[in-house]
């Protein structure tokens, strides 16, 4: 039977996991890997609809709809691009998944964790990454990349982003075995050698 792989690409705003994500797109391809990129908010159809909701709507959100938006999309994105992708045999490149829910809604918004965790799991139906890479970036290096034009959710502020990254940190600790730690302050090459080495264990 064909194994699939399911990797899932995490980090508060501004941490460059969407240019390493496209990097190790173009590797794995090289190597004859069959690759999938999606995103969670709104990799396609209704979840980009969702997307639109959650980045640009201007009016009041309450932090437990926001949280409601974001399983939704989970629960579809999984259903269906990741699972059938994975039945395929494919590896599935994910930017953002269930920690981003943990880390933005939990530690973030401060909803409580353990329930946030169950609802993850009910949006996934129990299905977890087999390795998820945190990048990991202070609020100056983030700023920069970020830049100007800010959506609704970078524009939560200093004391928001540092829980965000220092939740991720937390999780991080909690599960060594599925999730990595990147240190992103460093150039794009640098970052995706280390990429790479953790990326060339899991491929063993
Ligand atoms: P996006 O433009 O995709 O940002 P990035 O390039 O940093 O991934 O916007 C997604 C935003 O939504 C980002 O600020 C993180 C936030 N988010 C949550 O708060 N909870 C979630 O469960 C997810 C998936 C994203």
Redesign the pocket.
Known sequence: MKKGLFITFE?????G??TQLNLLKEYLEQKGYDVVLT????AKGLGVKI?EI??NYNGEVSNRC??FL??A??AQNIDVIVNPAIEEGKIVLC????D??V???GY??GLDIEQIKTLNNLATGGKTPDLTLVFDVDIETSMKR?GNEK????S?GTEFFNR?RNGYLEIAKQEPGRIKVIDSTKSIEDVQTQVLNVIEQILK
């Open positions: 980090g508060a705003d501004g941490c996991k969407t995103r969670e908010p709104g997307r959650l980045l926001e949280s974001f399983l999309d989970r930017d953002r998944h269930t981003s829910s880390a933005y809604q973030g918004r970020v959506d609704r959710m970078e939560a965000v």
